[in-house]
């Protein structure tokens, strides 16, 4: 089991940045690849970005188009998503997730844990 707790959201305005947290605990943390998506009401769980299991590769959506930076550190037991340059259209409520050995991975049912999920609103 892995439990993933995110940390981070809120309210920004367009153009501003944040930076979410995603706190793991259980299993051995450098064994999962780890991935953030995004939801709105009403639409399936977007694929924003991905890191594998050694750190080595990371992934994004194609809507992030070099906004958004994702990273871990295996020390902590952490994996983050900074993110640049807000636009309203971000607005959503975005979840941490983990898949062991995980790589590329795009699709919610290729990942094994999940996290609550930390709203993250942005003005115009």
């Known amino acids: 089991q892995v439990q993933l707790v995110e940390s981070g959201g809120g309210l920004v305005q367009a153009g501003g940045s944040v930076r979410l947290s995603c706190a793991a605990s259980g299993q051995t943390f450098s064994s999962y690849g780890m991935g953030w998506f995004r939801q709105v009401p009403g639409k399936e769980r977007e694929f924003v970005a991905a890191?594998?299991?050694?750190?080595?590769?990371?992934y994004y959506g194609d809507f992030v188009k070099g906004r958004f930076t994702i990273s871990r550190d295996n020390a902590k037991n952490m994996a983050y998503l900074q993110m640049n340059s807000l636009k309203p259209e971000d607005t959503a409520v975005y979840y941490c997730?983990?898949?062991?050995?995980?790589?590329?991975?795009?699709?919610?049912?290729?990942?094994?844990?999940w996290g609550q999920g930390t709203q993250v609103t942005v003005s115009s």
């Open positions: 997730t983990a898949a062991y050995l995980g790589g590329d991975r795009r699709r919610p049912s290729e990942y094994d844990y």
């Open positions: 890191i594998r299991w050694n750190g080595g590769s990371t």
